[in-house]
């Protein structure tokens, strides 16, 4: 099996920076695209940041400028720097990546989420 687990969200005050990680455990093959989502009570999860293996990066509008999203892909990592953070920043923040996983000898690619971390900014 495959894991990925997020760590670094907290409270921080409006302005104020956090980073995100996020690690791949697991037999893991290769890890193509890997990013961030957000999701916070009745909406929907949305995407924050991606990155792909070869580093084109996307983002969502509301963040460009003050979130980068990077790799690290001999520790099977991604980071999100958040810089500038806003209230409406405020989320349960999502780990995603597609892995390659070896099993039984097979290499099978799966779609695979992180448990979130919370990331709360007070104003």
């Known amino acids: 099996q495959v894991h990925l687990v997020e760590s670094g969200g907290g409270l921080v005050q409006a302005g104020g920076s956090l980073r995100l990680s996020c690690a791949a455990s697991?037999?893991?093959?290769?890890?193509?695209?890997m990013g961030w989502y957000r999701q916070t009570p009745g909406k929907q999860r949305e995407l924050v940041a991606t990155v792909s293996k070869s580093g084109n990066t996307n983002y969502l509008d509301s963040v460009k400028g003050r979130f980068t999203v990077s790799r690290d892909s001999a520790k099977n990592t991604v980071y999100l720097q958040m810089n500038n953070l806003k209230p409406e920043d405020a989320a349960v923040y999502y780990c995603?990546?597609?892995?390659?996983?070896?099993?039984?000898?097979?290499?099978?690619?799966?779609?695979?989420w992180g448990q979130g971390t919370l990331v709360t900014v007070s104003s």
């Open positions: 697991g037999n893991i093959f290769n890890i193509n695209d």
């Open positions: 995603n990546a597609e892995i390659g996983a070896l099993s039984a000898d097979l290499l099978r690619y799966l779609e695979v």
